[in-house]
C-alpha cells in the first residue's frame, strides 16, 4: 500500500512540473507577441495597388506609401480628418514623377498632425491624368491615451 501512495505522489509531482510549464511556456509567448505588436497602422486596397502604412512619430505623423509598378495617376493628396464628420484637409502631396524617381516607396510626414488626444483618419486620393479621382477609405491612427 505505501508504494502505491509513493506513484501518486510522482504523478501528481509530474502534473505540476507539467503545469508550471506551460504557464512558463504561456507567459513567454504572450510576452514575445506584445513585444512583436508595432504602432503602425495600414490599409491595403483589394486590388493591391498601393499600402499605406501610418504611424506617430516624435511631434509627427509618418505616412509610408509602396505603390505597385503598375500603377498610374498623376498625383495623389494625403488627407487627413479628426472630428469623424468627413471633412478632410491635405496635408501631402505625391506626384507620379516622384514615384518614378524616388522609387516606388514614398514617405511623407505631416509635419502639424492633429493633438495624439484625438483619433485621427488618414486617407489617399488619387488623381488620374484624364482628371477621374479614386478616393479610398481612411486609415484610423488612433489617440494615444495617458
Known amino acids: 500500500m505505501h508504494s502505491g501512495f509513493k506513484f501518486i505522489g510522482s504523478v501528481w509531482?509530474?502534473?505540476?512540473?507539467?503545469?508550471?510549464?506551460?504557464l512558463l511556456l504561456i507567459g513567454i509567448v504572450s510576452a514575445l507577441s506584445v513585444k512583436s505588436q508595432t504602432a503602425t497602422y495600414s490599409f491595403t486596397p483589394a486590388d493591391s495597388e498601393f499600402v499605406m502604412e501610418v504611424s506617430r512619430g516624435?511631434?509627427?505623423?509618418?505616412?509610408?506609401v509602396t505603390f505597385k509598378d503598375s500603377l498610374v495617376f498623376d498625383n495623389v493628396a494625403v488627407e487627413r480628418e479628426a472630428s469623424f464628420s468627413q471633412n478632410f484637409s491635405q496635408c501631402g502631396y505625391i506626384e507620379y514623377a516622384d514615384v518614378k524617381k524616388k522609387g516606388l516607396h514614398i514617405v511623407k510626414k505631416d509635419q502639424y498632425p492633429f493633438p495624439a488626444s484625438n483619433d485621427v483618419l488618414y486617407r489617399l486620393k488619387f488623381t488620374t491624368a484624364d482628371g477621374a479621382i479614386r478616393t479610398y477609405p481612411p486609415v484610423i491612427l488612433p489617440a494615444i491615451s495617458k
Open 13 to 22: 509531482q509530474v502534473r505540476c512540473v507539467m503545469g508550471r510549464g506551460i
Open 58 to 64: 516624435k511631434n509627427e505623423v509618418i505616412i509610408a
